[in-house]
Nanobody
Framework: QAPLVESGGALVQAGGSLRLSCAAS????????MAWFRRAPGKEREFVAG????????VYADSVKGRFTISRDNAKNMAYLEMNMLKPEDTAIYYC???????????????????WGQGTEVTVSS
């Protein structure tokens, strides 16, 4: 089983909301920094949001600040991305990622993340 499995992607109208989930398995991810990245059609993968191991630090891309909220439940080995006021430009495949090591810093570069999910597709219609 893949270490990270995303779910919750769907087709939604602009202005709508979605909640993505990331289920971690195989090991405890409670010490990892967790993050969400996305890849839109024809674009490179980009950082969306990240959360430190204890939830004490969260970092967001400017494009989603105020609309998206990242959270985690270490007891359940889960991470979430609550997305509100969705826009057509949010259309992308969303990936969950984990650093594989403890850190107090939320990294924005993909190479800092060792574990990746297969992605879940979000389509926002105008």
């Amino acid at each position: 089983q893949a270490p990270l499995v995303e779910s919750g992607g769907a087709l939604v109208q602009a202005g709508g909301s979605l909640r993505l989930s990331c289920a971690a398995s195989g090991r405890s991810f409670s010490s990892d920094t967790m993050a969400w990245f996305r890849r839109a059609p024809g674009k490179e993968r980009e950082f969306v949001a990240g959360i430190a191991w204890n939830g004490g630090t969260t970092v967001y891309a400017d494009s989603v600040k105020g609309r998206f909220t990242i959270s985690r439940d270490n007891a359940k080995n889960m991470a979430y991305l609550e997305m509100n006021m969705l826009k057509p430009e949010d259309t992308a495949i969303y990936y969950c990622a984990a650093t594989g090591a403890w850190s107090t810093i939320v990294q924005k570069t993909p190479r800092e993340y060792v574990y990746w999910g297969q992605g879940t597709e979000v389509t926002v219609s105008s």
